[in-house]
């Protein structure tokens, strides 16, 4: 159960890339925000906690969505089940596209991101997270350590984009891979223009608290975007 | 000697990263073009031959500028000595900014980055190749083969930015790493707009003609960019 992990319990404290992610997002006051995998809500409840005007979040899970709404109080925030393979967005009608750890599942992110960059207002942005390209290449997902003592993540396939496999607590999980050039030419030939990007390692207090995260260095988790429309 | 290398001795068709290079290039009629680590000036006079008005071509070594010379004739191509981390460049004064694997030993990047952009005229190119940062991030750049039979490239380090002392024809060569992050924030801190990226890995057919070619579809050796001033 996706449940059990600690982001979906415990929100955005709880997810080490916020910290990296947070400074990405524009000033809220007054944005009109879509959040495309909202999951529980939690950054749209934290949208409008920062003063955004409104927010809409699509779920492609029920389930969770019942969960957000749950969680949630007050009319600001529309939660909606949907497809990100299958958007059906109002034209120029949000300031502010916040997407987190879902882009790897979508199947047609050119055809996505046309759809999301339709819907933006002029002077709009999208930030997005997703796992980084390197965590998704490999035949084999796991660190290795070589005769020589040396742990390494054993890179292949890197410019084979498409799905892969993998294993997400006792289910298997279907996630695509798309190297870094697929996705950025994808970004900009849907009209965006690249203002920024992160390659999450850990930060220095994070790895004193967890030294076991000090390989992401090696071999980085999450990839951070911000775009403009 | 890096001139028993086919690529300085035969010029640009003996580079495996040219096809798809060229077509990042823009129409060359009228350009005036800058070529930043010239070498032997392959790529200057097959800009003129494509009809560009000048080109004016930097390299630190003097070595390879004589040669350059002596290879070339007409009025057109200017090599000048010169070292990438202290360039000393007109305002405005180019049409097209070009470097064949020359950015890796850039220390100070932003800084160059910088001096380029304003050396750009209005509606100016930047395109360019470097080792991409797959290839520079290991603490040792071999492949391995693990004990199940997976050849693979050992990834580490890609965090740690830095210089990289590898071995290149029986001489330690030492090359500037960055990350994909570091490189992108640089290109768009100093005022770039990305316009393409390509990550190379060798087309169907060099891999029929070569197919030990094959693995750079596991880790590419070449970045490619583009980028708008």
Known sequence: EYARKPRSE?????????????PMIPEMANLRVLDLGCGYGWFARWAIGQGAQSVLGIDISERMLARAR?????????????????????VAGFDLVFSSLAFHYVEDLPGMLRQVHAA????????????????TAPSRQGWETLADGRRIWPLDRYLLDGPRNTEWLEASVVKQHRCMATLLNALIGAGFTLAGLQEWGASDEQIAAQPNLAKERDR????LVKARN
């Open 10 to 22: 415990q929100g955005l404290d709880a997810a080490p890339e916020w910290p990296a992610l947070r």
């Open 70 to 90: 749950e969680l949630t109080s007050g009319e600001d925030i529309e939660y909606r089940q949907g497809d990100l393979d299958a958007l059906d967005l109002p």
């Open 120 to 135: 933006m207002a002029p002077g709009g942005m999208l930030v997005f997270s997703q796992e980084h390209p390197l965590r």
């Open 220 to 223: 980085p988790t999450f990839l």
